[in-house]
């Protein structure tokens, strides 16, 4: 299945790639629905120091942010530093796991983010794709929303 989401953030490409490369910054897209760790011992790794075609290793995700219920065997397949990212990964839940995330500048204060997700559940849980696909759209829509409020919200703007 293919979902894809856009979303215009009114911020530079150079900021906004900033932000999304950082766990900081993908755990604040998340929030509240949950978050995603990174391996023992690679903490400090971002989207932008991760070793292309190298797998990180399991990235657990967690129900609000407490509950493990997944992880993403972590592989980068291609980076364009500053402008996007291709992750190809398997997960406990799926088989495959494609996710293409591009930064298009919009003049110089604005850019479009566009989130192109492909997955496959694994076999015994197929029958979910109806349901699943739905909510990786919500999912995604709702990290675009919180990317666009970090760049709009004063509060979060002086902290970054």
Known sequence: MIVERAAVIDAPAERVWERIVTQEGINDELRPWMTMSMPRGRESLTVDTIPVGTPVGR????????????????????????????????MASMRLWRHERTLEPQGETKTLVRDRLTFEMRTPLRWLTPVVGPAVGALFSHRQRRLARHFTDPARRSRT
């Open 59 to 90: 990235c657990w995700m967690r129900l609000f942010g407490v509950v493990p219920f997944d992880y993403d065997n972590l592989m980068l397949v291609e980076l364009w530093p500053g402008r996007g990212f291709h992750e190809e990964s398997t």
